[in-house]
Structure formats: structure tokens, C-alpha cells
């Protein structure tokens, strides 16, 4: 069993930076995945980032390739979300999540991931 908890949201404007934190307590095997997904209100929820453990393999979405870096700190069983330049359609309540098996790639489909925090909140104003 993982336990996934959130930090890092806050408010920022238009450029702005944030980084969040996703601290894990429970074992995450060699090759799961590790995710930080978005939700909107009224929108359906997002793939962001994901990062491969063991390879430290990495993939975004588009609309935030080259601002958003994912990161892991193994030794603080910790996940990162690094978001720059961001912008207002970045504003949404975002969650860490991890998979419950280990998985040859790692995707943005929410469907691969079983364990989810509980989020937290960017908001990003013009």
C-alpha cells in the first residue's frame, strides 16, 4: 500500500513558478510509474507528467512540455513537480499518483495509476 500527500500549491500570477511535492510513504517498486495529473473545474481530469522509476524515464503532455520538469528524489521517496512560466489554463487541482504494478512504459492515462493523493491547488491569475 502507497500513501501519496501533496504539497506546494499556492496562488501565482501569469509567469510565475511553483513546485510541488508529492512525499510517498510505502514501497514503490523498481520500474512503476510515478505521475502528477491536473483537474479544472468542469473539465476532465489530466495527464501532466510522468516519470519511470528505475530508467528515470520522463514524458509530458504538449501544453506543458519545456515549462514542467518531473523529478524524484529516491532517498526522500519524494516526487516533484517543477512549473515554470506558467500561465492561467495551468490553474486546476493537481495529483501525484502511482501505479500499482510494475509497467514496461508509463503513460498520461489516469486508468494505469492506483494509488492518488489527495491534491493540490494552483491557481494562476492574468
Known amino acids: 500500500q502507497v500513501q501519496l500527500v501533496e504539497s506546494g500549491g499556492g496562488s501565482v500570477q501569469a509567469g510565475g513558478s511553483l513546485r510541488l511535492s508529492c512525499a510517498a510513504s510505502g514501497p514503490v517498486g523498481s520500474g512503476y510509474c510515478l505521475g502528477w495529473f491536473r483537474q479544472a473545474p468542469g473539465k476532465e481530469r489530466e495527464g501532466v507528467a510522468v516519470?519511470?522509476?528505475?530508467?528515470?524515464?520522463?514524458y509530458y503532455a504538449e501544453s506543458v512540455k519545456g515549462r514542467f520538469t518531473v523529478s524524484r528524489d529516491n532517498a526522500k521517496n519524494t516526487l516533484y513537480l517543477e512549473m515554470n512560466s506558467l500561465k492561467p489554463e495551468d490553474a486546476a487541482m493537481y495529483y501525484c499518483?502511482?501505479?500499482?504494478?510494475?509497467?514496461?512504459?508509463?503513460?498520461?492515462?489516469?486508468?494505469?495509476?492506483?494509488?492518488w493523493g489527495q491534491g493540490t491547488l494552483v491557481t494562476v491569475s492574468s
Open positions: 499518483a502511482a501505479s500499482s504494478r510494475w509497467r514496461p512504459l508509463c503513460r498520461l492515462d489516469s486508468y494505469e495509476y492506483g494509488y
Open positions: 516519470y519511470r522509476t528505475a530508467s528515470t524515464t520522463t
